[in-house]
């Protein structure tokens, strides 16, 4: 298994423009996650997804949206970079709900100038 | 909502025991993860504690006290590759599973 896989590894955007962050789990969890990290700071939730065409506002989501069609894929988008959304963002998965681990794809470094 | 509060840095030497701990207040919650983070990574699951008392895991042990909202993280035997950053969690009660950090705190393991 790959686990959790995240694409792109780094990117640099210019202000206003937009992108698509990709997040890949195959071991077929229900449940996943985008969150941002910051300097210094813990992981703040963007979105979260239950399940296959669910999804759901945590606690930093404007600016963001996501999509969840299959099991395998939750992609984060952004629409009209800003520079507060410079920030590592890591896509996570667990099985089911409660006492399950989550697993962290490698995280997206993203930078707006 | 949950608040979580944890150390921003600790220091301590090779070899040495040190405990990372983990208040919080909240309106509840099924159980306490501690996550570790190297720098430039992704974090990795260290424990979860659903009871009270104290889980041991090789060199790293975690405690929880409900009633006094509070949890450490146990490291024993330090070596150089435990310098990282520890991540509290609580998994909020109810129906989602939609886990809650602390800011970290960043351990600095010295010869």
């Known amino acids: 298994n790959a686990g959790v896989t995240q694409t792109p590894k780094f990117r640099i955007l210019k202000i206003g423009q937009s992108m698509t962050l990709q997040c890949t789990q195959d071991m077929n969890h229900n449940y996943m996650y985008w969150y941002r990290q910051d300097p210094g700071m813990g992981l703040k939730l963007i979105y979260y997804?239950?399940?296959?065409?669910?999804?759901d506002k945590g606690e930093v989501p404007n600016g963001y949206n996501v999509s969840r069609s299959t099991t395998e894929d939750f992609p984060l988008r952004l629409e009209l970079a800003a520079p507060s959304q410079t920030s590592v963002y890591f896509c996570?998965?667990?099985?089911?709900?409660?006492?399950?681990?989550?697993?962290f794809g490698p995280g997206t470094r993203l930078t707006v100038l | 909502g949950q608040n979580i509060d944890q150390p921003t840095e600790m220091t301590a030497t090779e070899g040495a025991i040190v405990q990372i701990n983990c208040t919080y207040q909240?309106?509840?919650?099924?159980?306490l993860f501690w996550y570790q983070q190297h720098a430039g990574e992704a974090p990795t699951f260290l424990s979860y504690n659903v009871l009270d008392g104290l889980e041991e895991k090789g060199r790293f042990s975690s405690f929880l006290s409900r009633s006094k909202g509070y949890s450490y993280l146990l490291l024993k035997e330090l070596q150089m590759k435990d310098s990282a950053s520890y991540l509290c969690a609580l998994d909020a009660s109810g129906g989602s599973y939609i886990p809650t950090f602390g800011r970290g705190t960043s351990l600095i393991v010295h010869p």
């Open positions: 996570a998965s667990i099985r089911l709900a409660g006492a399950s681990e989550q697993f």
């Open positions: 909240t309106s509840g919650f099924n159980g």
């Open positions: 997804s239950v399940g296959a065409g669910i999804t």
